[in-house]
């Protein structure tokens, strides 16, 4: 079992950077691809970048140039470095934990993100 636990989430002018973090609880985090989902009212959730145990990253195309997602095993958190925000990047941010069979899949609670002015 897993528990996410996400933080950072705020309102930010378009431009702006934010940091996200997830923090998990359990054993055998480095076992898990993580990763960062967004999703808007009335669309589906949809992956903005992922993150395996090796440091191979996969970004959204919409993201790529602009995030930058990182994990510290040491300390069970992945990050998401989000730079030049803009208003469609508003979204609610959930963190995933999928483990590297694809037997179990994680999701914390997310955080609202919102680029505006």
């Known amino acids: 079992q897993v528990q996410l636990v996400e933080s950072g989430g705020d309102l930010v002018q378009p431009g702006g950077s934010l940091t996200l973090s997830c923090a998990a609880s359990?054993?055998?985090?480095?076992?898990?691809?993580m990763g960062w989902y967004r999703q808007v009212p009335g669309k589906q959730r949809v992956m903005v970048a992922t993150i395996t145990s090796s440091d191979n990253t996969k970004y959204a195309d919409s993201v790529k140039g602009r995030f930058t997602i990182s994990r510290d095993n040491a300390k069970n958190t992945v990050y998401l470095q989000m730079d030049s925000l803009k208003p469609e990047d508003t979204a609610v941010y959930y963190c995933n934990a999928l483990y590297y069979d694809y037997s179990r899949d994680y999701w914390g609670q997310g955080t609202q993100v919102t680029v505006s002015s």
């Open positions: 359990g054993s055998s985090f480095s076992d898990y691809r």
